[in-house]
């Protein structure tokens, strides 16, 4: 078997998709950084493996993957280590079902995470600097998109409806995690890796919608996921953004 | 018995008609009026809760994400169009994904502003937003996505149009089908949307020979054209 490298940034979102599945498969792998508070994902020697500027890309066996969650599936079907895609027809609807709803959720927390986290760090960048690596971005609507957030920030009332999008969908998955202790039913599949990675960090993001009394079923998912070895193992070597996550699994006690 | 409910042949439900003629699968079509707004009452949010259309169901499972039912029927009744090969799956799953993203919504917005009155637009944006329960769209979308498209946002629309349709043309300078050397459900989803950009941007299919020789033999073979036919309005 040949050796495997995912080029991408922490083990988040989109990101940490192909992190966390490798991690849960037990699959050796060279993680090779790419720092997006930096654009280092539109750099010539990016583009040149991945000509979209998106990340992760993984590089398997002379084939390059660009797209986060069918990744995931290759992973699974690939390599050795526990089933992370049932083999039920209609258990992978439901599985690739919940992975778009994380997703389409992830659009409103991509708005909170900029207001909070990457939106400052940007501004703080020196003009003349932001334009050149704006100026790199491949498409034409993420140019725009990277340049308006850039610029300004967003109003209460986006802040608001984003919140309140995120909490909605807390409520979902409470609601369905109150059924089953993984989203799909008994046993931990990629939907759970594919929301974990996205959501894993709400009680700190959004604690009003986030917390023990209004999501108590999402909330001991959410402890389930940080207890299993692969996810520690990914926080305790990641740069930037483990040690928030640690904190998080400590305050939901978990022993990190 | 499979039904699918469904109202005009969009690219979603012609996708879906077209692999179940593919996988011989006999279904009953059930009709719903979305000019009366039924997509947004409770019979049809028991199957889809956001209004989803097509909904494709086998038994007790209602599938409302168009581009897994396709997936579905596909590993369920049609393996010869969803390869075993992980590697070609990737292709089949990430190849659909990315023509979705870069056809699919620039389709709709192009098709939708074409067709109707801005005093049109605005009336069915009220009466969405009367309808109780409904998500709005979220992220960078929600700044623009309740309001009228530009002529940025046009012009936006239509280079994503003609870099998908670029995709699909060096694809098929280099092979007869899509993925892996076979007819699969890339060859379906992207027939689906090909067909609807024809309607809106005729210029640049007929301006892509590769392209326009895979529409050929895709409406070629059997059931494909029976399904737009089939999903025609009345």
Redesign the interface.
Known sequence: MSAVAVHSWEPNSNSGKPLFALAEKGVEFDHVYVDIVKFEQHAPDYLALNPAGTVPTMVHDRHVFTESTPMCEYIDATFPGPKLVPDDPGARYKMREWGRRTDLAAAALSVLGWHMFLGPMVRAMDPAELERVIARIPTKERRIAWSTAAKSTFTEQQLADARARVGAYVMELDTQLARTPYLIGQEYTLADTVTFANFYALPMTVPDYANREKAPHYMDWLKRIYARPATLKLFRTSRSLGQRALEIAAKLGVAA | MIALHCDAPTPDTVKLIVALRAAALGHEQVSVDTAAYAHWEAPHRALAPQGQLPVLV?GD?A???A???L??IG??YAPSLAPKD??L??EV??LN??IDGALGPAVNLLGWTRETSIEERDAHRARLASIPHR??P??????WADAEANE?QLA?AR??VE?GLAQLEARLAAAEWLVGGAFSLADINAFALVRAVREVMPQSVAARPQLAAWLGRVEALAGALDAVAFAAPA
């Open positions: 086998d499972l599938m409302p994400e581009a897994f039912a997936q579905y590993e369920a992980p590697w799956w990737y799953q990430a994904q990315q998500q709005k979220a992220g960078w979308h929600a700044v940025d936006n280079e994503k870099g």
